[in-house]
């Protein structure tokens, strides 16, 4: 079953699951505006838009003896299909934010280009979310998360892990800052090209830290030589790799207490 709706100036949407116990998911993708997700304790996906009732483009003078219509539409467009709600936004429209309620097992592949926040809070589901202008904060989940920053701050704490799923917080310039839980088992790759590494965890630091790769060999024996910058360690004996990046900012890994 496939369902769709629009959305109008700072209206709401309920849209249905097509099989409300099968696995859910949730996939955002804007150009301009925020993405709010929480968990909550119902089965469909509730919707809700707030445009800034402003165009983005530039807005010329009326001609003598006009006047300009206004279009406040936020330009939002929820389909649902085979148990995914794809929800998306024209690139002209006025978006400030979409806030978005979901059940609490669902999982959310979340993008946008020029939005202040990508939040997550309550869900157990796995969390991809992307931004290029703009921060992410996942709070109070459990699951596995793949967060990536270009031009903002990362934060994550997670109440739980999902046990042999790989993870990976990064920013270019930006903290990462992440909490997990103290009886994580992971192996953990770190780096901070121009920035520190804290943690309060008992980790245990690989000797292939800092070794050297040899990279671009040729038939004529020439070979270039670089230094791999990463940290490695372990966490509670080893696990699935946990990748801990940014090039210009600090990383915090921390436990949660």
Do not use: C, Y
């Given at each position: 079953m496939s369902t769709g709706t629009a959305l109008a100036q700072a209206e709401r949407a309920v849209i249905p699951f097509s099989d409300p116990a099968a696995p859910k998911r949730l996939q955002v993708s804007l150009i301009h505006g925020s993405i709010a997700i929480t968990g909550y304790s119902g089965k469909e996906v509730i919707i809700e838009s707030k445009s800034s009732g402003s165009p983005r483009r530039s807005r010329r003078e009326p001609p003598p003896g006009m006047r300009r219509l206004e279009n406040n539409s936020a330009g939002i467009t929820a389909e649902e299909s085979g148990n995914l709600v794809k929800v998306s936004a024209s690139p002209a429209g006025n978006i400030n934010e979409i806030a978005i309620q979901v059940p609490v097992e669902t999982s959310v592949k979340l993008n946008t280009v020029n939005g202040r926040m990508i939040s997550v809070e309550g869900i157990s589901g796995e969390i991809d979310a992307n931004t290029v202008n703009g921060g992410i904060s996942i709070t109070k989940v459990s699951g596995a998360v793949v967060a990536h920053a270009m031009n903002g701050k990362v934060l994550a704490v997670l109440n739980e892990v999902t046990s042999?799923?790989?993870?990976?917080?990064?920013?270019?310039?930006?903290?990462?800052?992440?909490?997990?839980?103290?009886?994580?088992?992971?192996?953990?790759?770190?780096?901070?090209?121009?920035?520190?590494?804290?943690?309060?965890?008992?980790?245990?630091?690989?000797?292939?830290?800092?070794?050297?790769?040899?990279?671009?060999?040729s038939g004529q024996g020439k070979y270039k030589l670089r230094f791999d910058r990463a940290l490695y360690g372990s966490i509670n004996g080893g696990g699935p790799e946990f990748s801990f990046t940014t090039f210009n900012g600090t990383i915090y890994i921390r436990q949660k207490k």
């Open positions: 042999g799923k790989a993870m990976s917080f990064s920013s270019f310039n930006g903290t990462v800052d992440v909490t997990l839980p103290a009886n994580a088992k992971a192996d953990l790759k770190m780096k901070s090209d121009n920035g520190d590494i804290f943690t309060d965890f008992e980790i245990q630091l690989k000797a292939s830290s800092n070794q050297p790769v040899t990279s671009g060999t």
